[in-house]
């Protein structure tokens, strides 16, 4: 499928969508988390940022700002594996997605079955927030914790993994 240049395209619940690709400050945040996930994950597991993954109960193939699951898991033929092999889903909102990244990926991760749903939320309506969710049952998260942009937030085992979400530029 051709898309516009400087476009991504994803499957969200049935409906294809074109978004402009992330801006410079979305970038650096999600390479901030990759490089602390790199460090904390075991050897035989990979951080993705380009991994379309599939949520086929939702009619959904969307890319996550950042994947994290068993090499063995996402080495196979096509472009898509499934959401369910998945340990971590990291989101950055974007104006362009913030409202799919709060609730419509949120939720196909969770009936996936992912474990951990991380939510930077540049925009949300009180300012600056990071939510780690967790304990999906159905199509619905848990939050574990939230903090405003400044704190720090603290992954559980298997990742073991404090970040300090100062670090993190807003707007």
Not at 58 to 63: D, G, Q, Y
Not at 73 to 79: A, E, S, T
Not at 93 to 112: F, H, L, V, Y
Not at 116 to 139: M, Q
């Amino acid at each position: 499928m051709d898309w516009p240049e400087g476009c991504k395209v994803e499957i969200i619940e049935g409906i294809i969508t074109v978004a402009p690709t992330p801006s410079a400050r979305h970038n650096n945040i999600a390479y901030r988390v990759l490089r602390r996930l790199a460090a904390a994950i075991p050897e035989e597991w990979g951080v993705y940022q380009t991994q379309s993954v599939a949520i086929p109960t939702r009619l959904s193939a969307f890319v996550p700002d950042l994947f994290v699951a068993p090499l063995a898991d996402v080495d196979g033929p096509g472009h898509l594996v499934p959401a369910a092999v998945g340990e971590l889903v990291v989101e950055v909102t974007s104006p362009s997605n913030a409202s799919t990244d709060r609730i419509t990926k949120a939720a196909g991760c969770a009936e996936a079955g992912v474990p951990l749903y991380l939510l930077i939320d540049r925009h949300a309506p009180g300012g600056p927030t990071v939510t780690l969710y967790g304990e999906p049952k159905g199509d619905v998260y848990r939050v574990l914790r939230a903090v405003p942009f400044g704190e720090e937030i603290h992954l559980p085992a298997p990742f073991d993994l404090t970040l300090d979400t100062a670090e993190f530029p807003a707007g």
